[in-house]
């Protein structure tokens, strides 16, 4: 019985480990749709945020991100926004036009050890938007 408890204790640290190891590297995925005209690469740093149109500018495609919650929804939020101008930046774009951002929530995730289930509900904060080639402000 000893060993038992030994091996759902070690279980339970490497569980705990894993999900720790996760939450500090802490991932977005993102993709694109293009409609426009793609241009060379840009640099995601370059990639302004836009709330309100620019005064001229020319829609490339459609962008979207969206990051897991870990340890802050502010953390997730800034990973989604960083992958959304990273996708944005791979068809030229050198803005983005926020047209959405939300949380979403999923289903219950966890694992089970010596009996225990351990779990939470998960949760993703997204960001969508257009990809832009501004001209002028």
Do not use: H, W
């Not at 005064?55 to 870990?70: C, F, K, L, N, Q």
């Amino acid at each position: 019985m000893l060993c038992f408890k030994n091996r759902a204790m070690k279980t339970y640290k490497i569980a705990v480990l894993f999900v720790c190891l996760l939450t500090l590297l802490g991932c977005a995925t993102g993709s694109y749709i293009v409609t426009g005209n793609v241009r060379p690469a840009a640099d995601p740093n370059d990639v302004k945020l836009y709330l309100e149109p620019p005064s001229e500018y020319e829609t490339i495609g459609i962008v979207e991100a969206s990051s897991d919650v870990e340890l802050s929804s502010q953390a997730a939020t800034d990973r989604a926004v960083q992958e959304l101008k990273r996708q944005a930046a791979k068809i030229g774009a050198n803005g983005v036009l926020i047209t959405n951002t939300e949380s979403e929530s999923g289903g219950v995730v966890g694992f089970y050890s010596g009996g225990v289930f351990y779990g939470d509900a998960s949760e993703a904060k997204t960001a969508k938007g257009r990809a832009i080639f501004v001209i002028r402000e």
